[in-house]
């Protein structure tokens, strides 16, 4: 049994700062690496981040452009997504997934990820 919990979201101004974090519990010890991924109203679930368990490798979605930083802390479970300066278009639901498929690289796909949290709204103002 693996759960996956979500907090942090809520309302941000553009060009302020928010904090995801990511609490994972169960079967964790399968894990080989956490993504944050977002959906937006009519839009289809994309890769925003992720990391491998051991925090060795991340990977970001292009259109970031640097202002998003994916961390864990795999002796607590927990992966964050730091989000500095968030747009307006980046409000969605953010959900924290764990893939348990060992792979070369940091998977992008959501189809690579087994396991799923709740989702946490993001809302950015302008």
């Known amino acids: 049994q693996v759960q996956l919990v979500e907090s942090g979201g809520g309302l941000v101004q553009a060009g302020d700062s928010l904090r995801l974090s990511c609490a994972a519990s169960?079967?964790?010890?399968?894990?080989?690496?956490m993504g944050w991924f977002r959906q937006a109203p009519g839009k289809e679930r994309e890769f925003v981040a992720g990391?491998?368990?051991?925090?060795?490798?991340?990977s970001y979605a292009a259109s970031l452009k640097g202002r998003f930083t994916i961390s864990g802390d795999n002796a607590k479970d927990t992966v964050s997504l730091l989000m500095i300066n968030p747009k307006p278009e980046e409000t969605a639901v953010y959900y924290c997934a764990a893939a348990s498929e060992l792979r070369s690289t940091v998977p992008t796909n959501r189809n690579d990820y087994s396991y799923w949290g709740q989702g946490t709204q993001v809302t950015v103002s302008s």
């Open positions: 169960g079967r964790t010890f399968g894990f080989v690496s």
């Open positions: 990391i491998t368990w051991n925090g060795h490798r991340t």
